[in-house]
């Protein structure tokens, strides 16, 4: 996993927006094909949690790179429906990557 990776996923509890999800929601993040860059991130209304890998069955998957990832939460990249059409993001709920956007502010 590299340097920037690691400290932007360190750094989504201190930018987690509480009151930004209604309900307990979970998201797989799937960065690359390495181990170390799949993650479940599990929100509520007053929490955010981070762990390594594929726990339980996800709300929301995003399926990106994890260089694009970076740059989306730095502020580098705005996500738009050319990255939809061309592959480089995937999901299967864009309602619910809305969501995300809006819980951690980028």
């Not at 069955?57 to 990106?64: I, W």
């Given at each position: 996993m590299?340097?920037?990776?690691?400290?932007?996923?360190?750094?989504?509890?201190t930018?987690?927006?509480p009151?930004?999800?209604?309900k307990?929601?979970?998201?797989?993040?799937?960065?690359g094909?390495g181990?170390?860059e799949?993650w479940t991130?599990?929100?509520?209304?007053?929490?955010?949690d981070?762990?390594?890998?594929k726990?339980g069955?996800a709300?929301?998957?995003?399926?990106?790179?994890?260089d694009?990832f970076?740059k989306?939460?730095?502020?580098?990249?705005?996500?738009g429906?050319?990255?939809?059409?061309?592959?480089?993001?995937?999901t299967?709920?864009?309602d619910?990557?809305?969501?995300?956007?809006k819980?951690?502010?980028?």
């Amino acid at each position: 996993m590299s340097q920037a990776l690691r400290e932007t996923l360190e750094g989504l509890q201190t930018r987690f927006r509480p009151g930004a999800v209604d309900k307990r929601t979970t998201y797989y993040l799937s960065l690359g094909d390495g181990p170390d860059e799949k993650w479940t991130v599990t929100l509520t209304d007053t929490t955010c949690d981070l762990a390594p890998g594929k726990t339980g069955t996800a709300d929301c998957v995003l399926k990106t790179s994890a260089d694009l990832f970076v740059k989306m939460l730095s502020g580098k990249h705005k996500p738009g429906p050319m990255d939809f059409m061309s592959g480089k993001i995937k999901t299967n709920d864009l309602d619910l990557l809305l969501q995300l956007q809006k819980a951690f502010g980028f």
